[in-house]
C-alpha cells in the first residue's frame, strides 16, 4: 500500500469523532431506500424454452468456444479447470462453466462511507444508478459539447441530490479535457468527496481497477475493503464471445480484491448477436457464464452479477433503436435466467435514441424503465441522463429521468391490502352520493397515497400560462440550476480528504499525460 494510502487508514481511525460530528452537523438531502419489490417478476419464457436456451448455451462453450484474448494466465487458468484450450480459444465442457458460478453469491450488500446510503444488489431489491459513458453532455442553453471535468463533477452533485437515486454510478460523462490515463483518478476523487453514495471502479486499465481499490482503502479504511464489498464494476464482454485483456484484467483486479463486477454482453442484436430473441439469449447465457465462472477461478465467491445490455438495430441505417418490444423481450428472458442462475441481474435504463429530451426520448425511456422494474432487475445502470443512444449526457433529461424513478418505487411496493389499504371506513362514513375529500381515512392518508412528480407540471392552464408556459425541458433546466445552486458536499474527515489529494496527486506526478 502506498504511504498516502497508510496515512488516509491512519487518519480515518483517528478523526472518526470529528467526522460525525461533521456528519451531524452538514447538510443532508433525502434519499429513498433502495426499492424492495413487493410485485411479482414477468416471466416470458416457459420452462420448455429456458431449458432449450440453457442447453444450447452450453453447447456454444463447449463446440464453440470463447476467446481470452493476450491473456495467457486465464488460458492457463482455463485449463487446470478442465477447459480444452485451443490457441487463445477456450471451449468449456458442458456443465463446467455452471459448477464454478455456483460459489458466486446470489447477493451482496456494497456499503457507501455513509452507512445509511448503503444498498443489497439481489433477491427482490433494485438499486437505480446513473448513465455511464457518454463522451458529450447536452443541456438546454450550451447544446451538444465534449464532456469536461467540471461536468461530470456536476453530473455527481445532481446523483447526490437525487431524492430516487441510490448510486453515484461510475462514469457519468467522460471529462475529455483531462488526461486519458489521469482521468480516471479525478473521476474516482469527485465520487468519493462529492457524494456519501455507493460508487463505481475504472476499468479502461487494469492498473486503473488497482488505483480505484486503492483510493477506496484510503476512503473506507484497508481492513473494511478487504472484507467488505465498496465498489461495483462495469466488465463489458466483446461480442461476440470475446474477452479482452483489457476488461478481463480489470476484472482480475477486482476480484482478487472482493470487490464486486458486472460481467456484461454488449450487444447489439442483428450487428452482434443473431436477430432472433432466443438466438440472442443464448449468446448472452453463454459469454455471462464464461465471464462469471472466470471470475470465480480468480477468487470463489467474488461478488459478481449478470448483466445483459441488449439493443436491436434499424435494419436501414444500422443505428441502435431502444425501447423496442424485441428488447423488453431479451430483458425479461434474461432476468428469468439470471434467476436460474442464482446470480443479480443488471439491465435496463433510460435508454432511448432521441437526440433531445423530447417525446422520443420520454416514450422510449418509459418503455425501458417499466420493462427494468418487471424483468426483475437488482442494479440498473443508466437508471438517468442517457440521450442519443448513449452519446450524451443531458442535464435535462437526468432530473426528468431521476424525478420519474419515483413512480418506480411507489409501482414496487405493490397492492396493500391491509385494514387501511381496505378503506372500509371510508366506504362506510361517506356512503352514497358524497365525496371523500374530507372524510377521516383521507385526511389521515393524503400525505402519502399518490405519488406526486417533483418536476412536472399540475397547474391550470391560466396559471401555467401566466408562468410563462414552460415546457417540460425548460422546467427541468430550472431545476438543474437549483439543485447546483444549492449543493453543498456530504462531510468528510478532513485527513481522509488530504490524503485521497495527496494520492491523486502524486499518481498524476508520476507520468506524463497520454490522451489516446
Known sequence: ???????????????????????????????????????????????????????????????????????????????????????????????????????????????????????????????????????????????????????????????????????????????????????????????????DKPFMGSVTEPVRAADSVEMAKILFGSDFVDQNTVMTSLININSPLTFDSVMMGALEVYAKAGQAAIISPFIVGGAMAPVTVAGTLTQVLAEVLAGVAYSQLIRPGAPVIFGAFVTSIDMNSGAPTFGTPEAAHI?????????????????????CGSKLPDAQAAYETSNSLNMALLAGVNFMLHACGWLEGGLVSSYEKFVMDADQLGTLHHLAKGVSVDENGQGMDAIREVGPGGHYLGCAHTQANF???????????????????????????????????????DYQAPALDEGIREALDAYVAQKKAAEPDAFI
Open 331 to 351: 430483458t425479461y428472458g434474461a432476468g428469468q435466467l439470471a434467476r436460474r442462475l442464482g446470480l443479480p441481474y443488471r439491465s435496463g435504463g433510460s435508454f
Open 1 to 195: 500500500m502506498s504511504d498516502v494510502a497508510t496515512a488516509g487508514r491512519r487518519a480515518r481511525g483517528g478523526g472518526g469523532g470529528a467526522a460525525r460530528r461533521a456528519e451531524r452537523t452538514g447538510i443532508s438531502f433525502d434519499t429513498a431506500r433502495f426499492i424492495s419489490r413487493n410485485i411479482p417478476n414477468f416471466e416470458i419464457l416457459n420452462e420448455e424454452a429456458l431449458q432449450i436456451i440453457e442447453w444450447n448455451a452450453e453447447t456454444v462453450l463447449e463446440e464453440i468456444g470463447v476467446n481470452f484474448l493476450e491473456n495467457p494466465g486465464a488460458l492457463a487458468l482455463w485449463k487446470a479447470a478442465g477447459a480444452d484450450v485451443r490457441g487463445e480459444r477456450v471451449h468449456i465442457p458442458r456443465g463446467l462453466a455452471r459448477k464454478l458460478c455456483a460459489t458466486a453469491p446470489s447477493s451482496f450488500t456494497q456499503h457507501a462511507r455513509n452507512p445509511e446510503r448503503n444498498v443489497e444488489i439481489g433477491g427482490k431489491s433494485l438499486v437505480l444508478a446513473p448513465v455511464y459513458g457518454p463522451p458529450f453532455v447536452r443541456d438546454r442553453e450550451g447544446g451538444r459539447r465534449y464532456a469536461t471535468i467540471e461536468d461530470f463533477r456536476n453530473f455527481v452533485k445532481l446523483g447526490y441530490m437525487s431524492k430516487w437515486l441510490h448510486h453515484s454510478g461510475g462514469t457519468v460523462c467522460e471529462p475529455t479535457d483531462v488526461a486519458v490515463n489521469k482521468r480516471h483518478l479525478d473521476m474516482l476523487h469527485a465520487h468519493m468527496t462529492l457524494s
Open 447 to 485: 400525505k402519502t397515497a399518490f405519488w406526486r412528480s417533483d418536476l412536472l407540471d399540475y397547474k391550470p392552464f391560466e396559471t401555467w400560462d401566466e408562468e410563462g408556459a414552460r415546457d417540460t425541458e425548460q422546467l427541468a433546466s430550472e431545476r438543474v440550476k437549483k439543485l447546483l445552486g
